[in-house]
């Protein structure tokens, strides 16, 4: 619970928020704590290892990153939990654990959070293009041969080619 509090606060203060009351030594540890994963940093794996923390920036949605009755889920949150856990174990860490934090941001964010440090790993359904790969390196794919689809409504035209999308609204998720 008192990880979920801290995700909540980091959540909070990445909109801008200000920091929570300093009025009990719980909430003057929180504050200590969250201003931790809140710093800029960049460097290798390393020295994540040697801050003790992994800080993985995620996007929310239905499969991939989600808080269901004060839990998180999702297949980014399990992956990254599964790594946590075959680090410490890789380390023998034994009380002194590396921990992944999550640390949510929107979409067009993802990408220049990492850049700017306020994350170490982004996890999302992104595909491998040219302008990407010169920013930030990628691990190995783990889909390949991904066909992106148009998806419409029942009162859209037939869309058979490329050609049936002249002249159309077409809205598409803006990402860098």
């Known amino acids: 619970m008192y990880r979920l ?6 959540v909070t203060m990445l909109a801008g928020a200000p920091p929570p009351a300093q009025s009990s030594s719980l909430s003057k540890r929180m504050h200590l704590e969250l201003a931790l994963p809140m ?13 003790r923390m992994i800080r993985v ?3 929310h949605s239905k499969t991939f990153f989600f808080m269901d ?3 998180l889920h999702g297949t980014a949150y399990d992956t990254m939990k599964a790594f946590e856990e075959e680090i410490n174990k890789k380390l023998r860490t034994r009380h002194l654990h590396v921990h992944v934090w999550f640390i949510p941001v929107s979409r067009d ?3 220049p959070a990492l ?3 306020r994350g170490d790993i982004a996890t999302a359904n992104l595909t491998i293009t040219p302008t990407r790969q ?8 783990v889909l390949t041969g991904v066909n992106e689809i148009v998806v419409t409504g029942p009162n859209s035209p037939t869309i058979v080619s490329v050609d049936d999308l002249a002249g159309q609204d077409i809205v598409v998720q803006r990402a860098e």
């Open 5 to 10: 509090l801290l995700l909540a606060l980091a």
């Open 39 to 51: 710093q800029r940093w960049t460097g290798d794996f390393d020295q994540m290892i040697r801050r």
């Open 57 to 59: 920036l995620v996007v």
């Open 69 to 71: 009755r004060g839990a």
């Open 109 to 111: 964010e993802l990408l």
């Open 115 to 117: 850049v700017e440090g």
């Open 134 to 141: 010169a920013t930030v390196d990628f691990t190995d794919p």
